[in-house]
């Protein structure tokens, strides 16, 4: 029932941003939590980032650690994810996804999100 909708990918040089969006048709949005997963070429699709309901706590891959900054406007709908001093190997497909589960624990797999959005192309070129 809820519908997750990602932009804002494209082609970008070796250190340079760019920032996506994820806007969410969900009608309670603010009880979800979100994140981002991606997905390189042959590999599996990896956690990104997650933000809480209430954006009161952040989690990062240590990969983008320093990197990416995850955050969400409620009022919008719309959670947002800030990429800087982007690598060759940051290159994937970026997938939006919310959950509403309460094992915090969770949050950097799979198994805690229910919704999907159907990815954004980012690629780095070096």
């Known amino acids: 029932q809820v519908q997750l909708l990602e932009s804002g990918g494209g082609l970008v040089q070796a250190a340079g941003s760019l920032r996506l969006s994820c806007v969410a048709s969900?009608?309670?949005?603010?009880?979800?939590?979100m994140s981002w997963f991606r997905q390189a070429p042959g590999k599996e699709r990896e956690f990104v980032t997650a933000?809480?309901?209430?954006?009161?706590?952040?989690l990062y891959a240590d990969s983008v650690k320093g990197r990416f900054t995850i955050s969400r406007d409620n009022a919008k709908n719309t959670v947002y994810l800030q990429m800087n001093s982007l690598k060759p190997e940051d290159t994937g497909v970026y997938y939006c996804?919310?959950?509403?589960?309460?094992?915090?624990?969770?949050?950097?797999?799979?198994?805690?999100?229910?919704?999907w959005g159907q990815g954004t192309q980012v690629t780095v070129s070096s």
């Open positions: 996804a919310a959950g509403l589960k309460r094992a915090a624990v969770l949050l950097r797999t799979r198994l805690f999100y229910d919704y």
């Open positions: 969900a009608r309670t949005f603010s009880d979800y939590t």
């Open positions: 933000v809480t309901s209430n954006g009161d706590n952040t």
